[in-house]
């Protein structure tokens, strides 16, 4: 066997340093040290679990707050406001939306629930998100410019959508990515699933676009068991979003009329009530991320054959999940079966949607960067309880 | 004005007389008198909120006994669990499925969420449900059974599978349906949603075809808040039911590959905690909500121009909604107005799926049944509480 360039047993002691003890260390484990119980009992004595209760409200307000935007719907989750967003976009059958290759699968699952196609683009590795630059390029080469819309001259396909994703909670460069839009007549529809909290020339994320989506999945930032919600800044949207996640009822005393094709996608109060006590604690889970960033990257300085990945520039991350890059992806396999042997969780980036079989006929452009992110990148534990 | 046949006073005492009091009274309100809290308060302690965790196992078991299945999968809702089953069941785009026009609208959404379009059939008065004799005749005229499946020689389609729903509890006769289904060798997709803990001969519900789904809506005999669950008795149905709604994800130590569409449908295991807790107090919600409907029953006895609607026969109903169907149908809305005026929570049933605009160009047999019970029919307040 070839002699590995990073030394393991080193790097497992460095991450050991910042992760702690010698016990089992989950990638992200939620924190529940605020008002829960107290929330969550409330909605149990006053009957009030399901979709209709104050908690809701509440959420969506102190939602919109802590991402500047006027308006936030809850969800379901976040692929249910991703679905949505992408619906109201106006994404229709047989468009194409263009997602990052890397990005986990519910940009892509979204897009299919429209009926739509999606088109995978590149990533850089400042931000290992989207790149701007190089989409502007590839629009270039493929765009067709036509009364009705922007149409990729290669499938004959209309181009919907673009769908940045800020991974891992490092922001996209959004000024760039909103002027290459705007440039191609594209509405932005933000992944922001994994970014709740990081600002972005000190504005948060998920308003940079048309619609915005977060996620409150259990393995994220801030948890509502599971949940997730669109965010706007437009009046219009926010009703119509409420209206399609809420079955399309038309409000009326006592008859029941849908007027368009709704789903059932509305956060039950309950969840809503965690997600209010979990909210209130989100500038301490930052604090403490964005310290354990410090830690990290001053602990594992002196390893060779990675680096710590730090937050891009003109940004303040989340650090929703903490990552290194080795120099060498042959190394990445041992690397993770050495620590998650011996109880430090990790993972390798998701496998690039482009490879995936589902998807191995949609279109793309050259993805370099992705794939060499992908290969090399690895997820350390990461929680606000480190 | 029309003098009414019925004299409103006199009923909205005899509803009051079961119903109590003078304050308002919903039409169905949740009971959280067991072990919710504890449950509830078990997931806040230990972190485990969220998709991962031993409520989620604990309800499905719980479920399958109740439900007399081998399997039950939990998910977000019941629309998503008439999804899956009708995705499992294997709905294609352009397919028929074959759903009674009288019922709520998740049915028909969830077809179109295959991209199918629902055929609309009638519904009979014994059941509130879908007539199996009157479909055998309407398949007799419309069917063309070709070597790949049966057809709809009007409209060139495939008829994918037939979806009885048991409208508030009222068990469709499942034994006729599955002789019907099975001589035109179409699946049953059975939305039990509204009939947990209803028995027909003896059986309960949600397992007498290809797959079932059951819903946990706020307004449900037994909720989580939000939530739902397919039923099926076929391990490998149960599998990939179990894989697709969490987004069909390739087991791994830690890679991400995903073999087909999936969908984040999951229910979390705080919701499950407080299902679990729910559903040990069933027992004593059904003998209630039955009790609740020999007090109705006797109550609106010497009402003229109205009578209680009765579980039908070889059944024992969950009740969980109770109904009053009205003489004449141009009472209905003079009713409706009384009633919710002064404090009683009465509703209509759902405009029928076939006269909402946005189905008005799907196929339907005659509706002649279902229009007469959607004009006439008027639910009352139905708590386990009162």
Redesign the interface.
Known sequence: MEVLQLDLDRTYQALRDVAGGDKFVPLH????GGR??SY??EC??T?W????GSYVDLFEQMLAEICGVRHAVAT?????ALHIGLLIAGVRPNDEVVIPTLT???TA?AV??C?AVPHFVDSEWSTLGLDAAKLDNWLSEIGDRRENGLYNRQTGRRLAAVVPMHTFGHPVKMQDLVAVCSKWGLPIVEDAAESLGSLYLDNPLGGWGLVGAVSF???KIV????GGAILTNDAQIAKRAKHITT???VPH????????????Y??????AA?GCAQLEQLPGFLARKRQLAVRYAESLQSIDGLRYFCEPKNCASNYWLHAVILDEPRERDEF?QYM?ARGLM??????LMSE???FSNCPSSDLTVARNISARLVNIPSSATL
Chains 1, 2 share one sequence.
């Open positions: 484990e939620p924190q529940f829960e119980w969550v009992k149990l004595d009957g679990v399901s979709s209709v379901t989750n976040g692929t249910a986990f699968i519910a699952n299919n629930y009926g999945n259990g393995n948890t509502t068991g599971g079955t399309a009822k005393a006592w008859a029941f009329v849908h007027d368009e094709i709704g789903y059932n509305r956060l039950p109060n309950i969840n965690l993770l998650n990790t993972r390798p980036c998701w496998t995936l079989e589902l």
